[in-house]
């Protein structure tokens, strides 16, 4: 089993910046992917952006040039700086991380950010 365990979440303005964490435990060693996604109201989960185990990156459009995933496999987090938010960047943002051998997923709770003046 896999824990994650996300934080950073908020209101900030839009034009400004978070960084969201998500802390892994438990069973790490088999986990390769991880990713961000995130859900609002009324719409589907959507991948926002995607790290794996060497280190390459994929981005959703509508995010690329402003957010960056990044990984610290030593401290087993995935983070991700969010810059120039925009309204609708609005959330709930959700990390994931696949299972080697079968891409099972793991979930985390979740953490709502809200951009609004």
């Known amino acids: 089993q896999v824990q994650l365990v996300e934080s950073g979440g908020g209101l900030v303005q839009p034009g400004g910046s978070l960084r969201l964490s998500c802390a892994a435990s438990g069973s790490i060693f088999s986990i390769n992917d991880m990713g961000w996604y995130r859900q609002a109201p009324g719409k589907q989960r959507e991948l926002v952006a995607a790290i794996r185990s060497d280190g390459s990156t994929a981005y959703a459009d509508s995010v690329k040039g402003r957010f960056t995933i990044s990984r610290d496999n030593a401290k087993n987090t995935v983070y991700l700086q969010m810059n120039s938010l925009k309204p609708e960047d609005t959330a709930a943002y959700y990390c994931?991380?696949?299972?080697?051998?079968?891409?099972?997923?793991?979930w985390g709770q979740g953490t709502q950010v809200t951009v609004s003046s």
């Open positions: 994931n991380a696949n299972r080697a051998r079968d891409g099972y997923g793991y």
